[in-house]
């Protein structure tokens, strides 16, 4: 083994403490990009594989006549295209009344759009005629399978069905009625598949969607044409594979795992080139002389730098081989977590060799990039020049003279404030080090104290309403349900599917209909005040104003089977969860269909039995269904779950990467300053109060970076989130009180903590040794 | 044979028996000191020369607790210093040692006055009032709020006196205090630990120069970790005589 081979290896193990803290950095941002960037790729091809073998439908269009719209479609290009019936009927499951739906569906074969895959009890019988196959999450919700009944509210009045067999589709990986509605309680949404035939006969329709599926090959354009040739057709709203309400809602996770997958790895590896940087440049400090020495001997300056240059290598690659280890275990455990979490039937664990090639480069690539401006500096120096151990040559700067004036403070608060500038880079290091780590809890924790907030702001102060109860049409209700013990407040509401139009661009929502004076909705405007409901003109969620190009004042089409209905834009509200239109009940009346429905928004008294209330009111004669808006919240709060998880664990990273960057800027800082400590311990100064004086430096540091890292974690939190604002989420970076403080000490702990090592190296200082030794 | 040199230890002398001091173990254990019996009277001028590995700074090292023997019994100042924990080291340092360095060791982002207040500051001892004056005893009075990069060697030589003198302690030790400096810059320096002997301080120099054992009460020569002689100087020469 060459010399310079057994000094390198001798020179890392000499350091290992700060060799491993730096290796830990890179290693941790390798694994979280191989996790990330894994996760990212296998759910999306674990949606893919399920997309691919259940043939998910590109696009599926209502609106004209669909057997038209879907021979348009095959025309155009699409590979098949079929239709069928889709209706939201009232359902009876284990006495419970909710709104649910019902798709039509071949009984001799599998459809060949939209297939489901049976995973308990069999496919229809062929002919079957109160079979229903029902959809994997309401079967779990409501505990029920094959062999049970439920019963289906349709032109007749309640369908007895048998549930023939349970069923995952690529409709509903996650059970989201609609782009508006893809938060639910649970008990208030189930999908049943029902023979078509028999679903038109119980609800009197034939069927109202065209389904197609393009060629595995088409372009854009071709996607295009087919959609084109379906609105030629008499489709009035087309949703793309993309937009529709379960992709839609799962692409949102998948992006973060996409955003995450570039920006928190980045992060790790930043703050590892730089705490490699300060580390090795330290080093070459210390050993000028030796490498004055090997060049006045004749050693080459290519020699030196690839001597120096190779020791970042190795620490990069010791970090990259652990990280891409580490980062495929966390691939598979992140990856089944959530194809298991969510219920996607097919899970696709696969670590793809460009990734982890990748990881590898990035590890290496930041160790040569840490060590390459040392090992440059190293290679140019002068020989003579080295050789000369000046002392502290420099004169103090204007920062050093200004803090000589203040002399009120204590001497070693004045030997803090003046190291702060002493060692640029390591102080430039230990504040890199907190804006990253701010920077990765800020972002993490922004995203989900926002969604926290979010959803509190939605179902606090603009879902106002405990519950909402549809019912039959004439039935009493109204009346039925303010008696009922607990019940402070009914009002009627309306709801209804409207697709709006404005020149050429469209989207299908949710209309709401309120009464004027509603207690049961708060209008919030963009500026965040609250209005009333307009009794002339429509209100409406703020992302259609990008949609569509709208704006205030301007005349849009509500188009439903009813009709075309022309009204005016009054105003756009700022709502964290969808995109609604919404208007009075009266004129909702005007818009919507005439239905054999009514639906009522009610509130409670404050601490009923919410149990209590869905059992009592679905009792009520002419009441089909009930959904909690409480229920909503804890769905939501199961939801984040995971996403509490995630957050833990991005914040224990964040705390490792704070205390290994600090950990390192310590470490140097013990080294530089070892005559110095040396030397008061010789005068007798003990040990706390000579570790303090550093700390305090450090902390110093710290304390400097602290508004900087909130800052940025500020901004790069509301960037994270706006990766997520479309039409589904408007969400604004919002902070309980106590984050940033909680941030800003979390960090400090972690940079107190990194202390303690610096403390034992203090303790540690052969005072003998080195006050012989010039102070380098 | 070592000899023993008698003299009455007071509560600024010292008194080393049977000190021997052992690095590293088995084949690669050295013995820099070997049975060293030494007593230093209180308010001596000792001179401790030898050559390069003699030994002379680990005795220097031990006087001061910065090292501890390996055996023997060590008494600084009225205290025994063998086999106690840092902690009391630290205290006792604070207490009765001061030391000066060849390369100064001052703190480069203090001032001269800093860097003998960052003492007094650190170990509770003293009075940061003083330090002024400390510093006009080491002639420094125009040079108190200089960085030592704006200071001679001489000068910061000269600081690093004035903060060994912070603390007020028994004993000095000069561990080859005019090893970085040149003749004059040396001779004023010899001549500050001499007026502070005068005071009645206790200084021990350790040096390889034998030149500057002419200032000294008594001259202690260490070889290979023993004492191989020590002889009192009559007529001690002043530091501005002393030539190398």
Redesign the interface.
């Known amino acids: 083994m060459r010399a310079t081979t057994h000094k390198s290896i001798r020179d890392l193990k000499r350091q290992w403490r700060q060799v491993a803290a730096v290796a830990v950095t890179i290693m941790l941002g390798v694994m979280v990009y191989v996790a990330t960037a894994g996760a990212y790729q296998n759910l999306s091809a674990s949606y893919q594989e399920t997309y691919d073998r259940l043939a998910f439908a590109d696009y599926v269009a209502t609106g004209g006549v669909p057997t038209d719209v879907a021979t348009a479609a095959t025309d155009a290009g699409a590979s098949d295209a079929i239709t069928r019936l889709q209706v939201d009927p009232p359902m009876l499951i284990e006495d419970t009344k909710l709104l649910g739906r019902v798709v039509g569906m071949p009984t001799d074969a599998h459809p060949t759009i939209d297939d489901v895959d049976v995973i308990d009890g069999d496919y229809f019988d062929d002919g079957a005629t109160d079979q229903v196959l029902l959809e994997t999450h309401a079967a779990e919700t409501f505990g029920i399978g094959p062999g049970d009944t439920l019963q289906i509210f349709g032109l007749d009045g309640w369908v007895t069905v048998t549930v023939q067999g349970v069923v995952d589709t690529p409709e509903y990986l996650w059970p989201a009625r609609s782009r508006q509605d893809i938060m639910s309680d649970p008990h208030s949404f189930a999908v049943a598949y029902a023979p078509e035939d028999m679903a038109e006969q119980w609800f009197g329709e034939g069927p109202n969607q065209a389904l197609a599926l393009m060629p595995a090959d088409a372009s854009a354009a071709d996607g295009d044409a087919v959609q084109k040739a379906m609105r030629d057709a008499g489709a009035t709203a087309i949703t793309p594979w993309e937009d529709q309400a379960s992709n839609a809602t799962l692409s949102e996770d998948l992006d973060g795992f996409d955003e995450m997958s570039k920006a928190f790895p980045a992060m790790f590896l930043i703050a590892a080139g730089v705490a490699s940087w300060v580390l090795l440049a330290r080093r070459i400090i210390q050993e000028r002389p030796i490498i004055g020495t090997l060049m006045a001997s004749g050693a080459r300056r290519g020699r030196v730098l690839r001597h120096y240059l190779g020791q970042g290598i190795v620490i990069g690659a010791i970090g990259s081989v652990l990280g891409v280890a580490l980062g495929m275990l966390a691939n598979r455990a992140v990856t089944t977590a959530y194809t298991g979490f969510v219920g996607v039937p097919d899970t696709v664990i696969h670590n793809y060799p460009w990734m982890i090639a990748i990881g590898l480069a990035f590890g290496i690539v930041v160790g040569i990039l840490g060590a390459l401006g040392p090992a440059v500096t190293a290679s140019r120096t002068a020989p003579a020049a080295a050789m000369r151990t000046a002392?502290?040559?420099?004169?103090?700067g204007a920062w050093?003279r200004m803090v000589?004036r203040l002399d009120w403070l204590?001497?070693?608060a004045?030997?803090a404030l003046?190291?702060i500038v002493?060692s640029r880079k390591r102080t430039f290091a230990t504040m890199l080090g907190t804006v990253l780590a701010l920077v990765l809890v800020l972002t993490s924790s922004g995203m989900m104290t926002s969604i926290v907030q979010a959803v509190n702001l939605q179902y606090t102060e603009i879902n106002l309403e405990d519950a909402t109860v549809a019912a039959q049409q004439g039935a009493g209700v109204g009346d039925a349900l303010a008696d009922v013990d607990g019940v402070s407040a009914v009002e009627p509401t309306t709801l209804g599917q409207v697709t709006i139009v404005a020149d050429a661009d469209s989207y299908a929502t949710l209309l709401h209909g309120y009464e004027p004076d509603t207690t049961m909705h708060g209008f919030r405007s963009q500026d965040g005040s609250f209005i009333d409901l307009p009794t002339d003109g429509v209100l409406i969620g703020q992302a259609v104003i990008d949609l569509l190009d709208v704006g205030v004042g301007d005349s849009i089409t509500l188009s439903t089977d009813a009709g075309d209905t022309d009204v005016t834009i009054a105003g756009f509200l700022d709502e964290p969860i969808g995109t609604s239109v919404y208007t009075t009940n009266d004129a909702a009346a005007t818009i919507l269909p005439e239905t054999s429905a009514e639906a009522f928004a009610l509130s409670f008294d404050d601490g009923v039995d919410r149990d209590q209330m869905r059992q009592t009111i679905t009792q009520l004669d002419g009441v089909v269904a009930y959904q909690d808006t409480r229920a909503i919240i804890s769905t939501i709060d199961d939801y984040l779950g995971l996403f509490w998880a995630f957050i833990g664990i991005m914040i224990l990273l964040g705390a490792i990467l704070a205390f290994a960057v600090m950990y390192v800027t310590m470490a140097v800082n013990v080294v530089e300053r070892t005559?110095?400590l040396?030397?008061?311990?010789?005068?007798?100064?003990?040990?706390r109060?000579?570790a303090g004086?550093i700390a305090v430096e450090s902390l110093l540091a710290t304390i400097l970076a602290i508004p900087l890292g909130l800052w940025m974690g500020a901004v790069a939190a509301q960037q994270f989130l706006n990766t997520f604002n479309n039409d589904l989420f408007q969400l604004d970076l919002m902070w309980s009180w106590w984050v940033l403080p909680a941030a800003a000490l979390g960090v400090l702990a972690a940079a107190l903590i990194s202390q303690i090592p610096a403390a034992r190296a203090v303790?540690k200082v052969d005072?003998?040794t080195v006050?012989?030794?010039?102070?380098a | 044979m070592t000899p023993t040199v008698t003299a009455v230890a007071t509560n600024r002398g010292v008194s080393l028996k049977g000190v021997t001091r052992v690095f590293g173990t088995g084949d690669a254990a050295v013995h820099a000191l070997k049975g060293i019996d030494l007593e230093i009277g209180s308010g001596e001028l000792v001179v401790v020369i030898g050559p390069s590995g003699s030994g002379k700074t680990t005795l220097c090292n031990i006087i001061g607790g910065i090292d501890a023997a390996t055996d023997g019994t060590v008494q600084v100042a009225g205290e025994d210093i063998e086999g106690r924990n840092p902690g009391t080291l630290d205290t006792f340092r604070r207490d009765h040692v001061g030391f000066i360095f060849q390369f100064f060791n001052l703190i480069p982002t203090l001032t001269a006055r800093e860097n003998v207040e960052v003492i007094v500051e650190m170990t509770g001892k003293g009075d940061k009032a003083h330090v002024p004056d400390l510093l006009k005893s080491v002639d420094l009075g125009d040079k108190m709020d200089n960085f030592p990069a704006q200071l001679s060697g001489g000068q910061q030589q000269r600081v690093a006196v004035a903060r060994a003198l912070a603390t007020d302690p028994d004993i000095l030790l000069a561990d080859e205090p005019t090893g970085a400096l040149d003749l004059p810059t040396g001779r004023q320096i010899l001549g500050l630990l001499q007026d502070l002997h005068r005071e009645g301080r206790t200084v021990i120099i350790v040096t390889h120069n034998v030149s500057v054992a002419q200032i000294a009460d008594r001259v202690i020569t260490v070889v290979d970790g023993k004492i191989e002689s020590s002889t009192v100087n009559d007529n001690p020469a002043d530091a501005a005589d002393v030539t190398w």
């Open positions: 002392g502290s040559s420099k004169p103090p050093s000589a204590p001497v070693s004045r030997m003046r190291d002493r005559g110095e040396a030397t008061l311990r010789a005068a007798g100064a003990p040990v109060k000579v004086a303790k005072i003998a006050v012989r030794e010039r102070a």
